[in-house]
């Protein structure tokens, strides 16, 4: 039923204009189509992440979002480093290993970081094939 249509991310903000800055000019996501003064759609591959107002915003304490980055991932963590996005370094697992805000498992590596309203953002160093 639904195996042949795209899907796509969605996250929850308080501050719709926070958040545009955000995901615009902090991760370079591409605005498209008419934003309104709620809801924004940002083109990110080939797929969107949606943004909207909620009073729920943050309140989800899984990922909300994840890039599969493949051989770009060391060149993302450093320049969201240079712009201040603060990593969440908290996560303890026993099969995984810790680096500054990377952490790897065999030959993958991970980064989470949140957006201003909390959500739960992930970068990996898989392909999107994978």
């Given amino acids: 039923m639904l195996k042949d249509h795209d899907a796509y991310a969605i996250v929850a903000v308080r501050d719709p204009d926070r958040s545009r800055r955000f995901y615009r000019d902090t991760l370079g ?15 990110t ?13 943050g309140t989800n304490k899984a990922n909300a979002v994840v890039w599969a980055v493949g051989d770009a991932f060391d060149g993302i963590v450093a320049a969201l480093e240079a712009k201040n996005v603060a990593f ?5 697992a026993a099969h995984m290993q810790r680096q500054g805000n ?8 991970f ?7 909390g959500n739960i953002l992930h970068i990996n ?6």
């Avoid at 969440?88 to 303890?92: L, N, V």
């Avoid at 980064?111 to 309203?117: H, I, Q, R, T």
């Fill in 111 to 117: 980064a989470w970081f949140k957006d201003p309203d």
């Fill in 45 to 57: 591959g080939a797929t969107r992440l949606v943004a909207y107002p909620s009073e729920f915003a």
């Fill in 102 to 109: 990377v952490y790897s498992a065999g030959n993958l590596k």
């Fill in 88 to 92: 969440d370094t908290s996560t303890e």
């Fill in 29 to 43: 996501l591409e605005p498209i189509g008419d934003e309104t003064d709620v809801l924004a759609v940002y083109k």
């Fill in 125 to 130: 160093s898989m392909r999107r094939s994978e």
